[in-house]
């Protein structure tokens, strides 16, 4: 059983940045891929960003050149660095992982850009 823990949301300005965390229980390693993924309130969840084991990242277009997916394997942590955030990056951000054809997700984390 895997569990991924979602951190880092909160309540950001306009413009401002921030840098969610997804811990998992046990080595990343297997988990191929990791991804983040948002909610924002009435909308469909949706891909936000993606690595797998060996670093290769996919970006939803709107954040690419302002957000980042990073692991780091012996932390057994993925981040997601968010810079230049707009209004329309407010929802709930989960963390997907994929171990053996099985998804597992976290509970999320509250993001709120408002000024």
């Known amino acids: 059983q895997v569990q991924v823990v979602e951190s880092g949301g909160g309540l950001v300005q306009p413009g401002g940045s921030l840098r969610l965390s997804c811990a998992a229980s046990?080595?990343?390693?297997?988990?191929?891929?990791m991804g983040w993924y948002r909610q924002a309130p009435g909308k469909q969840r949706e891909l936000v960003a993606s690595i797998t084991s060996g670093g290769v990242t996919n970006y939803a277009d709107s954040m690419k050149g302002r957000f980042l997916i990073y692991r780091d394997n012996a932390q057994n942590t993925v981040y997601l660095q968010m810079n230049s955030l707009k209004p329309d990056d407010t929802a709930v951000y989960y963390c997907?992982?994929?171990?053996?054809?099985?998804?597992?997700w976290g509970k999320g984390t509250l993001v709120t850009v408002s000024a």
């Open positions: 997907k992982a994929q171990l053996g054809g099985i998804t597992y």
């Open positions: 046990g080595s990343i390693f297997d988990l191929d891929p």
